[in-house]
C-alpha cells in the first residue's frame, strides 16, 4: 500500500518531469526558429553538431524572448526529488559583488544630435564589478555610434547594467548594454528608444579586441554592443567603433569561466555589471 508520503513525492516528480519536458520542447522550437532566417546567411558550426546563425547572433531586439514561459525559466526540484534544475552561479575570479544600484531605464524618441570632435580621440571606460576594460574609441569611422555612447555615457544609462550574453563555441563575444536584461532572465530587448545607421561595415573584420554594436538587422543600432576576445569570423553587418587598449584579460576571464546555463550561448557564469561607463575626449 502506497503511504501518503510516496504518494506525494510521486505525484511531485511526475510534475518536475512534465516541466522537464515543457522545457525541451520550448527549447526546441527556439533553435528551429533560430536556424529557420535563410539559406544566405552564415552558419557557423558548434561542437557537437549544433548550428548558431552568425547574422542575428547578435540580435537586441529579439522578439521571441521578450517573454519568457514558467517552462523556460529555470526551476528548483520539487520536495522530495533530488535533481535541482536552478543554475548554480559560482564564483569567478577577478569579480567583486557589483556596486548597489540599478539603471536609470531612461528613453528618447531620437538619436542625440552630433557633439563629438569626429576628428579627435576618445576613450571610452567600462568600470566594471570583474574589472576595468578600456577601448579606444573610433570616431573618424563610426562618428554616429561614438557619439551615441559619449551621449549614453553622460547620462548614466549604463551604469548598473549586465553583460548578459556570453557565447563560447564558433562565435567568442561578451554582450552589454541592455538595461532590462538581470543576471538569469534572458535579455536582448532593451534600448534607449531610438536607433541609428550603420557606420564603418566595408571590409569589417572581428578580431580579439573589438568592440562592436548588436543590432536586429540593417540600422537598428541602439546601445547594445559585444566585446571580441578572441578572433571571431562574423559577417560585416556589426557596426565596429572601438578596440580594447587594455583589460582584455578581464573579459577572457569572464569567457573561461563560462556560462550559467554550461552551454555554449548564455549569461556569463560572472554576473557581470558595469559600476559606471565614461567617454572621454583624449
Not at 576595468?132 to 544609462?157: C, I, M, R, W
Not at 540600422?219 to 556589426?238: A, C, H
Request: charged residues 20%.
Amino acid at each position: 500500500m502506497v503511504s501518503s508520503e510516496q504518494r506525494r513525492r510521486q505525484l511531485a516528480r511526475e510534475k518536475y518531469e512534465r516541466q522537464l519536458e515543457r522545457r525541451v520542447a520550448a527549447q526546441a522550437a527556439r533553435k528551429r526558429r533560430n536556424t529557420i532566417l535563410g539559406a544566405s546567411l552564415a552558419v557557423v558550426v558548434l561542437a557537437g553538431g549544433g548550428t548558431l546563425i552568425a547574422t542575428g547572433a547578435f540580435s537586441s531586439d529579439d522578439k521571441g524572448d521578450t517573454k519568457t514561459s514558467a517552462a523556460d525559466r529555470p526551476q528548483a526540484a520539487p520536495t522530495g526529488t533530488d535533481e535541482p534544475t536552478t543554475p548554480t552561479r559560482k564564483p569567478v575570479e577577478g569579480c567583486a559583488a557589483p556596486a548597489p544600484g540599478a539603471p536609470n531605464g531612461k528613453q528618447w524618441q531620437a538619436e542625440p544630435p552630433m557633439t563629438i570632435d569626429a576628428g579627435g580621440s576618445y576613450t571610452m571606460t567600462l568600470d566594471s564589478n570583474c574589472g576595468k576594460v578600456t577601448v579606444a574609441l573610433d570616431a573618424a569611422k563610426a562618428p554616429h555610434t561614438v557619439n551615441s555612447f559619449a551621449f549614453l555615457a553622460g547620462e548614466q544609462y549604463f551604469d548598473h547594467t549586465k553583460c548578459h550574453r556570453l557565447t563560447t563555441d564558433g562565435i567568442f563575444v561578451l554582450q552589454c548594454g541592455d538595461p532590462t536584461a538581470s543576471a538569469t532572465v534572458p535579455g536582448g530587448t532593451g534600448g534607449p528608444g531610438y536607433k541609428f545607421a550603420d557606420e564603418n561595415l566595408t571590409g569589417a573584420t572581428y578580431p580579439a579586441g573589438t568592440v562592436a554594436m548588436a543590432n536586429s538587422g540593417p540600422g537598428t543600432n541602439g546601445s547594445q554592443f559585444f566585446l571580441v576576445y578572441k578572433d571571431t569570423k562574423l559577417p560585416p553587418n556589426y557596426t565596429p567603433f572601438g578596440k580594447v587598449t587594455g583589460g582584455l584579460d578581464a573579459v577572457q576571464k569572464i569567457a573561461a569561466a563560462g556560462t550559467l546555463e554550461g552551454s555554449p550561448d548564455g549569461h556569463p557564469m560572472a554576473d557581470v555589471t558595469f559600476n559606471s561607463v565614461t567617454v572621454a575626449k583624449g
